[in-house]
């Protein structure tokens, strides 16, 4: 490894852990060693970096300019092999990708599939997160593609593609003891009364399609069960009074469950959403396969069709 990224990772360790002896261990070196290469920096740069104290080492003011420029260097230096993996490895490697509840269980399975018919070699490693946290491992090059939420994907950003696809809509839903399940069409006041079950996989987008109907009922929701595990909340609704939200995509996906979707005269929530990706990606053929087919299934659902399998490219 280049000796200069190697002393700006050292560094950076240094100021997140607060102390040489937790960074010395996280670096498996030597504290000496570690000490040596702090010195090294502050007689580069002619300044003290930090502020020995006894709560540990705290950044001077140049020392935090120093940080915010090191972690840089250090996220381009990341981005840069990768970019250059992305080139050398062609059709084989792994694809990367962090997507929302819909995108994560709806539309990329088949896509995947598709995929891995045409590069055999290939790997995928998919995980379902929130955009919110997905980014920022997109930045830290931990993954390689994100599908998600649009308004949390920064703009601007040039290492970084963003291709805006599909406005999807959140819908309510029921199991088989819910006497909403006979009505044909339901308002925003006949939800007030049943036992709600919140998935939380995104805290702050369930506030808001929360407060929504709310706010258009003038009274609160009867939010009986609030869960992390989409799991046990979807088994709750099909056996129990229970109402969830959720993206009607993924609601529509599993029709056998038991679940019912309701017909409600008011959209829940509307929200775009968008791909993002590290812009070399488009080098290698199986990403530009993998990203032709996300934007046709885009474009068939704009226009109308709904449908979540991929199509072939040309």
Known sequence: MDPYITLVRRFIEVAESGTVQRASVKLNISQPALTQSIKKIEDVFDCQLFERTKRGMVLTSAGEQLYQRSKRIADENRLAQLEISDVLQGRSGTLRISAGTAWGYCFLPPIIRDLQSTFEDLKVELDISITSHAFPRLKAGDVDVVLGGSAEMPEGDPMFSKIDLMSLSFAAACGKRSPLRRRKRVGFKDLQ??????????????????????????????????????????????????????????????????????????????????????????????????????????????????????????
């Open 193 to 314: 009364n049943h036992p709600i079950v919140v998935y939380e996989d995104d805290e702050q987008l369930m506030k808001r399609v929360i407060g929504r109907i709310e706010e258009e009922i003038g009274s609160r929701l009867n939010v009986a069960v609030r869960t992390k595990s989409l799991l046990a909340a979807m088994e709750m609704v099909s056996t129990g009074p229970y109402l969830i939200f959720l993206a009607e995509p993924f609601l529509q996906k599993f029709p056998g469950s038991g679940v019912h979707v309701l017909k409600v005269a008011k959209p829940l929530h509307v929200f775009g959403t968008a791909i993002c990706f590290r812009a070399s990606l488009t080098r290698t053929r199986p990403f530009r396969h993998f990203l032709h087919a996300i934007e046709a299934l885009a474009e068939s659902w704009n226009s109308g069709s709904r449908t979540d399998q991929p199509r072939r490219p040309l």
